[in-house]
């Protein structure tokens, strides 16, 4: 058994509850039930959090909290849902201002329902999410000990909800970055995903049946050019990055050139491109937060011509 399954820290947000989930949150760590016999902390630092137990619904107010707490946490993480109104915005869904559960902002894995959840439910969804978050470290043990192979191969229209959901994933960072979630690719509908998929070659890196990451390119004057390599966060430290911008240069290895961009203030995007032979050739102003720094490779093996 591992240390999370004996130890797990978790952090309690509330939302926006009425404090009736709360205070069976807090009824737990009572002598009566007394989940720290168990190992269970409840600790006040996300950076230090395996779960995140989250009541209330979710708001304008409090969106961009929640998902910084989420971002925060460490993989592998685990997020429950307790009481309804976190898990579908209950009574309050319909108003003005509440946005729904807290699916509306992140991934939850663990619903439990009640008004309010009662100590014992809690208790349950905590061990359920234990089962979650075993599961996801098992996973990354193997994939970073080359027991699941990583497979790229061509996206098809099918693909297109599972990497538009990567995509925006993985561009929330870039979102906080810049204080701008206006970003086009956290805009982009899935219909234009599709779009993509058929006018573009888009790649996609799958472990275990899952992608992992994607890239798509096109050839446009002789030059590829190289759009939203994009990055699940658990396979940061896999290698998936550079293999993905290989088989892109493989696959144009008629170009004459390739090119990429990125924020200027994305510097480690910016770094990993220059390792692999991009060189700055110019920057554009795109909006009032943010500067485009384009990059380029010359091909020295081009076929054209």
């Known amino acids: 058994m591992s240390f999370l ?23 737990c760590l009572t002598p009566v039930y007394d989940v720290e016999r168990f190992g269970i902390i409840n600790t006040g630092n996300p950076k230090h959090a395996d779960i995140l137990l989250i009541t209330g619904s979710i708001n304008e107010q409090n969106r961009e909290v929640v998902y910084n707490i989420y971002q925060q946490m460490p993989e592998p993480k685990v997020v429950v849902a307790i009481g309804i109104c976190a898990t579908s915005g209950g009574i309050f869904r319909e108003c003005y201002n509440v946005m729904g559960g807290v699916d509306k902002v992140i991934p939850v894995d663990v619903y439990v329902p009640g008004c309010s959840a009662r100590p014992e439910h809690i208790i349950d969804g905590v061990i359920a999410a234990l089962k979650v978050l075993e599961e996801r470290r098992k996973k990354i043990l193997e994939i970073e000990s080359g027991k699941e192979a990583i497979i790229i191969e061509t996206a098809i229209p099918s693909d297109a909800e ?7 994933l993985s561009y929330q960072s870039e979102a906080e970055l810049y204080n701008d979630f206006s970003l086009t690719p956290l805009k982009q509908t899935l219909d234009e995903m599709r ?4 006018k573009k070659l888009v790649l996609k890196a799958v472990i275990k049946g899952q992608i992992a990451g994607s890239v798509r390119a096109y050839l446009e004057n002789e030059t590829c050019l190289i759009q939203r390599l994009i990055l699940h966060p658990l396979s940061r430290h896999l290698g998936i990055k550079t293999k993905l911008m290989g088989e892109i240069e493989k696959i144009f290895s008629h ?23 991009y060189k700055i050739f110019k920057s554009a102003k795109v909006s009032e937060k943010r ?6 490779k010359n091909n020295l093996n081009s076929k054209l011509g």
């Open 255 to 277: 170009a004459k050139k390739y090119e990429v961009f990125a924020g200027n203030k994305s510097d480690r995007w910016i770094y990993f491109y220059k390792k692999l032979g």
């Open 5 to 27: 399954k004996k130890s797990p820290w978790i952090i309690h947000y509330d939302g926006s509850s009425c404090n009736g989930c709360d205070i069976e949150v807090l009824a």
């Open 291 to 296: 500067d485009r720094v384009y990059l380029e």
């Open 162 to 168: 599972e990497i538009l959901t990567l995509q925006k």
């Open 195 to 198: 779009e993509d998929i058929n």
